[in-house]
């Protein structure tokens, strides 16, 4: 089955960058659609941003022209670009697999860790 690493986290000034990797075992990920969920300590987890198998994206509101993301094929990773950090950007974020498309629901198969990013102003 499906297993997922996050890396690339850390702390960074408003208006910053950083990029979150999420490596999957396998290759079985690349006909499952994937997720980036981000969870702050009073919230329950909220979708960022998803990729199905073809490539197309659908990204959260609050996000929509900072971050994006993408797949590697060859690499079987997983990417979530983010520029433009904001300090209500701060939380945990998590990389998801799930094996039919559902957005951004938080109805995932399969789920990494986390990673923890901290955005200062």
């Known amino acids: 089955q499906m297993q997922l690493?996050?890396?690339?986290?850390?702390?960074?000034?408003?208006?910053?960058?950083?990029?979150?990797?999420?490596?999957?075992?396998?290759?079985?990920?690349?006909?499952?659609?994937?997720?980036?969920f981000r969870q702050t300590a009073d919230k329950k987890r909220e979708g960022v941003a998803s990729i199905d198998s073809d490539g197309r994206t659908l990204y959260a509101q609050p996000v929509k022209g900072r971050f994006t993301i993408a797949r590697d094929t060859a690499?079987?990773?997983?990417?979530?670009?983010?520029?433009?950090?904001k300090p209500e950007d701060t939380a945990m974020y998590y990389c998801a697999a799930n094996d039919i498309w559902i957005g951004l629901l938080p109805d995932y198969d399969y789920w990494g860790q986390g990673v923890q990013v901290t955005v200062s102003s």
Not at 15 to 28: F, I, M, N, P, T
Request: contains cysteine.
């Open 5 to 36: 690493a996050e890396s690339g986290g850390g702390s960074v000034q408003a208006g910053g960058s950083l990029r979150l990797s999420c490596v999957a075992s396998g290759d079985s990920w690349r006909s499952h659609t994937m997720g980036w």
């Open 75 to 85: 690499s079987n990773t997983l990417y979530l670009q983010m520029n433009s950090l």
